[in-house]
């Protein structure tokens, strides 16, 4: 797993916590970026459900984002997904569950959960965060027993203490592992601390950072599609 300074980490917890919507869509808006492919093909739902990262906080364009690079690698694949960016910047976890049912409305074929980095911020429990990521993934088993489950793993600073750091990071794999979930541990990876790929702030990445991002989490996510 890639591993980033401890400085970069710390601000990348900091700027999603603090990051408004800017150059985003607007939360629980789940349509704006939702790209079609031939009308004649009956077309499944992969939706993304995130914070600034998988919102595109930053970028000109929210269809430049890492879901926007996975719809692309869909389309030239010709694999009959689209895809919808639920990605709202400063989500937390609790955030996250209270908007689900909402989000749910829609049929979802494919749910990629991208949570967590927040509540590292604010220090909540790692068992709190952990219950929360449990509650979205029982909300969209319930509705969607069929729906296909993908986490997208974060950590945070072990400045906030070892013990912190390692039980927040362990609550991915654990959650993965817990619901049958295709695992990708580190979305950031071979991005974070990355200074070219990433925008001023030293964190959100750039056009060029998501698309790396998009290849890595399309690398996981084919083999989800292509079963």
């Not at 911020?121 to 929360?132: C, Q, S, V």
Request: net charge positive; hydrophobic share 40%; proline share 5%.
């Amino acid at each position: 797993m890639h591993k980033l300074k401890i400085s970069s980490i710390t601000l990348l917890i900091l700027v999603l916590a603090a990051c408004g919507g800017k150059k985003t869509q607007p939360a629980g808006d789940t349509t704006a970026n939702t790209t079609k492919t031939d009308s004649n093909t009956t077309e499944k739902t992969i939706l993304f459900f995130g914070d600034s990262l998988t919102a595109g906080y930053g970028l000109d364009d929210p269809s430049q984002a890492y879901p926007g690079v996975v719809q692309n690698k869909i389309d030239s694949a010709k694999l009959p997904y689209k895809m919808v960016n639920a990605g709202v910047s400063g989500e937390t976890t609790a955030g996250g569950k209270a908007r689900i049912g909402w989000i749910l409305r829609q049929k979802i074929d494919v749910f990629v959960l991208e949570l967590g980095a927040n509540d590292g911020l604010r220090g909540i429990p790692a068992t709190e965060t952990a219950k929360n990521l449990q509650d979205i993934v029982d909300a969209v088993k319930a509705k969607y027993p069929n729906a296909k489950l993908v986490l997208l793993g974060m950590q945070v600073p072990p400045n906030m203490g070892a013990t912190y750091a390692n039980s927040f990071k362990d609550v991915f794999p654990q959650l993965a592992s817990k619901n049958n979930m295709t695992f990708m541990p580190f979305l950031l990876k071979d991005v974070g601390g990355v200074p070219k790929l990433n925008q001023k702030d030293g964190i959100h990445p750039t056009a060029g950072g998501a698309r790396i991002v998009g290849n890595n989490v399309w690398r996981v996510l084919r083999e989800v599609l292509v079963k």
